[in-house]
T-cell receptor
């Protein structure tokens, strides 16, 4: 079953603007991760936020986590053309499975 | 440093033909390894994971199988491909909670 569900599915903004993507999940998690995928490439880990954290920063990235609402957001500030990519939230699905469960992703386009 | 390789990068195969995709990891020992598939415009779906040589766990029933003949080698196979097997196949290894992905194999079944 799908753990994360990103919103919006696609987002197009001007370079320099901030981009916000949201993720909702279904079951309890220990941590939530965000990954980026450039077109036709593998995924790159961006940031991990633990269930006891509410906010975390890494460079131009800010991630929030609201466990009561089972939601997370990824904010990219001062966007650049190189930020154009698909962004996925992911969490370990628990039970016997050891792999990550991903949402469908948000495709972000930064217009120069 | 650790590196993960996948090959081939792209593959076009007819329906009913066999498949073998290979993934190798360098710079780490006894990694947890994973195969994911990404259909067009979708997120990733976990197919198999392995915690050691010869140990394979399957997450979804399908036309595919996986094997781990060596510590840092993970192979995805099929005896007879279906059209629905088309997709982008990604191998990954895990360090603590973070996963590191290979460059992927784009498989088109015609």
């Amino acid at each position: 079953s799908q753990q994360g569900e990103e919103d919006p599915q696609a987002l197009s903004i001007q370079e320099g603007e901030n981009a916000t993507m949201n993720c909702s999940y279904k079951t309890s998690i220990n941590n939530l991760q965000w990954y980026r995928q450039n077109s036709g490439r593998g995924l790159v880990h961006l940031i991990l936020i633990r269930s006891n954290e509410r906010e975390k920063h890494s460079g131009r990235l800010r991630v929030t986590l609201d466990t009561s609402k089972k939601s997370s957001s990824l904010l990219i500030t001062a966007s650049r053309a190189a930020d154009t990519a698909s962004y996925f939230c992911a969490a370990y699905s628990g039970g016997g499975a050891d792999g990550l469960t991903f949402g469908k992703g948000t495709h972000l386009i930064i217009q120069p | 440093s650790q590196t993960i390789h996948q090959w081939p990068a792209t593959l076009v195969q007819p329906v009913g033909s066999p498949l073998s995709l290979e993934c190798t990891v360098e710079g780490t020992s006894n990694p947890n390894l994973y195969w994911y598939r990404q259909a067009a415009g979708r997120g990733l779906q976990l197919l198999f994971y392995s915690v050691g040589i010869g140990q394979i766990s399957s997450e979804v029933p399908q036309n595919l199988s996986a094997s781990r003949p060596q510590d840092r080698q993970f192979i995805l196979s099929s005896k007879k491909l279906l059209l629905s097997d088309s997709g982008f196949y990604l191998c990954a290894w895990k360090r603590v909670r973070e996963q590191f992905f290979g460059p992927g194999t784009r498989l088109t079944v015609l």
